[in-house]
């Protein structure tokens, strides 16, 4: 059974929220930011954040370039963070996008599937070519791991190189989800989904159709929503083949508490700051399930 | 004055190795592994190759990947590799290979340039498009910090994405530079090269002149000499414009030791083998040199 299995039943089970821990510092209640080090306030919220979430969330992603931004303190807080969410039972994407030729693509796969910063899924970009995913899909074939490698991300820049239109025809997107699912044709899942899927996020309704039927094998980590712009409509095309995906949302669930009505920002305390993000968390989940209903008949008909 | 100027100026004087710090704890002689953790062993062992070839190296690589494959002591001996080489007055690119969208981007700039994991020059992804070059940009525009950023590696995947030809006309690869070389106009140092430049992996003779005479105003990070499979004649190609490149080895360099004659691989402890790596250091300058003169008068006549 593959982890990819695993996060299905996730969201089969408790929707299709992925909580994206991107928690820089200044995203904490300054009261929790008192006589503590950054990487300590940082973990300290992450856990009452996971704490408060778990039963609604299907999975967490940690992105590491927060941490990193700490040096090695926030290492350590981006290595018990993880921990955490692992001892909680919740599954963890760690969203590195390492890319790298086969001999350090073999370290770093190491790095994040292994040892103090062990995931259960990672983020891949696949510049270099299939040789530099392989490294990591001798872990899929051994232990089940996962992975979501960079397909059709939502920032401006994705027209200059993802969406250019290639010779042998489709966009550059196109070939490597291409080449994905070929790789995915031998690593099926019990739900029918490859151990690898793809990162695809938030388009208009016409491309987000396209690629969710044509790569009907492949999971999607779909980001973008909320403070990016993505909506519920927009996602749930996406994932809409029962359960195809888990769409991303950080900053609008780590900042919910500046959203209650009426607050004093210095009063305001971690609990209370979870408290907002899990009522976040409940009603993205619950946007997106009534945008997932309103479509599925169409499909059917 | 950009550190891409530095860089040009070190290469002048010392001539265009790159040391490749890719310094797996099996590389090093057994007898300095014993009773030390690996990550202690490679932290000393690469201050011991840096004492031996600061005089005869333009620069050192170290790849992130060995370093996070240990886990948080691994990342603790990173940044005190970087710090090391910086004290002794040797410049230092971060073999991160990092790409994601702005936001993101601009905390992975703060991790890389600023505070444990500072190095001068960093190398970067372009798959998810210019956008997640900007936040780097800043850095150059405001400190003079450099990148590498992707562009024909010589891995035999880059055949699947890099080499795809484009609609437009030309291959992925040439679109990157296209893209890259215009961001440079407007940030040329003193010695004509722009403060950002591009990985060119070794390659046929043809391609290499042209990648050479297309761009001729980025500095390149030359990889795949020695192990890799690169000669001296390939590498040259890419750096013939007047010291217009860096060319790194790692594990040719680093397990020099191995090939000592006659030695007994029990017995050779860390000073022998930064000799035996000092060796292989001049040895790759002057067959570079040789062949950058071999190439010289046609270029001229």
Redesign the interface.
Known sequence: MYMMDQLYEAVACRGPVCVGL?T?AEYIPPKERRDVSPAEAVLAYNRVLVDHTKDIAACYKV?I??Y?????S???AY?QTLRYIREQGSLVIGDV?????????A??A???FE???AVDFVTL????????LEPWLVYADRTGKGAFV?LR?S????????Y?????GGR?YE??GE?LALAMTQRSGVHGYGAFGAVVGCTDPAEASAIRERWDRLFFLIPGYGAQGGTAQDAALLFRKANGGVVNASRSILKAWTRIPGLDPQGVDKVAAAQAARDTVIQMRDALCAALQDREPAEVS
């Open positions: 991107d820089a992105q370039a927060y990193e931004a700490l040096g090695r926030g290492l350590t290595a996008k390492r890319g790298d030729i086969a001999d350090t693509a370290q770093y190491r790095a994040h040892g103090d910063f970009s696949p510049y270099m070519g299939m040789d530099s960079l991300t920032n401006p820049g994705m027209r200059d190189f993802e250019q239109e290639l010779k042998i550059l070939a490597v080449r």
